[in-house]
């Protein structure tokens, strides 16, 4: 949905398991409208230039293949002008299946220095270019290279993603709309956090044949989960990024699970969140200020079997678990909401910096049972709280006026 004239606001439909074309655009029939209907039934329409109805749209390799064969992707045009809706970004981080099965590290394969993460990006490119508006353009998300364990050879990998700025520039050129890759930082990644992040582009542009290439069309998905979860400071983290001429291509609104250890019941609360589908890291601070990363939450809890007294250490332990944006959690457990609170306000005053947000908390279906509801209530009441907190901050702005 359109916010004002400048940002764009969808939910990511990786919530919704699908792999073929035909599972994907079924899912998108019956649970994308049904949000769209919940959220267009309860909202102050007056406040927001809503409709059209936007749609974050995730494909995996299958379904992009599949929608780019015979007239697939022209009847999805013609359904989405149907039913008043449109695309603005697609989600090309997961390639293969994302939803009951084990995921874990695999989600990064392939990464990006495998031909197939270079085609399978091409081909979002190539649907992403026919499907956007051209007032809004288009992005695509993917993983930050590859994962930090995988050792990946980071030449490679600019090789890749140089290859892939050029098919993305040619394609705005013939279209005229402006398309970019969103490269998304995340714990344990190849590059996760602030610092990472710049040094890696550093070396790109230093190594790219043209680094306008990689200024116009690739940038960051910055996610904010991922970021809170390591401890940065979503205004400080943004300006640092835009002094650095990089692109800030998409915005994914999401929270991470926060933990009081000192409580007496939070290991066994935090075990709830332990399940074998996603990689859940844990990063804690200490009282003298260092960080510490887990794989996951079962190696952290081996640790801390081992070594019973580090709890008495810790001053903050965050979890990779994507929880509801409107969530707040009883004590001991809590929420990074704050990180994303502060990005409202930087767009209330700055909506140019970064026209593309994304709602994705796509853990709903491993969520503990006391915070399971069905999904289409939990969508709309995530577009209700960040719609409110958008109109609070905007009305906040105009008043200091």
Known sequence: MKLNDINHLAYCTNIHPAESWAET????????????????????????????FAIGLRLSAQAAKELLKENHLEEFQQ?????????????????????????????????????????????????IAQLCPKDCGGSVSSLPGSFKEFEADETEMFHLLYQCAQHISQLAKQTGKDLHLGLEPEPLGHFE???????????FLAWAPDPELIYQHIGINYDSCHFALEFENAKESLAALAEAGLRISK??????????????????LLKQFEEPTYLHQVITKDKAGTITRYRDLPEFFQTIEMIPQLIESLTETRVHFHIPLYANPLSP??????HVEDIFEILAILP???????????TWGVLPDNMQRNIEDQLAEEYHWTLAQIKDRREEEEDAY
């Open 333 to 338: 457990m809590g929420s990074t909401r704050s």
């Open 79 to 127: 359904w989405l002008k149907d039913e008043n809706c449109y695309v603005f970004t697609i989600n090309g981080f997961p390639y293969g299946k994302f939803h009951d099965t084990s995921v874990k590290e695999n989600v990064y394969l392939p990464d990006w220095t495998s031909l197939q993460r270079l085609d399978y990006t091409c081909q979002l490119f190539d649907i």
């Open 251 to 268: 915005i994914h609104l999401s929270n991470a699970l926060t933990i009081d250890l000192q409580h007496p019941e939070a290991l066994q």
């Open 352 to 362: 140019e910096a970064c026209r593309h947000l994304e709602m994705e908390t796509y």
């Open 193 to 203: 956090n602030t610092e990472e992040t710049l040094e890696f582009f550093a070396r």
């Open 25 to 52: 655009w079924e899912a998108l029939k019956i649970h994308t409208l049904a949000v769209r209907d919940k959220v267009l039934q309860t909202t102050q329409k007056e406040s927001f230039l809503i409709e059209p």
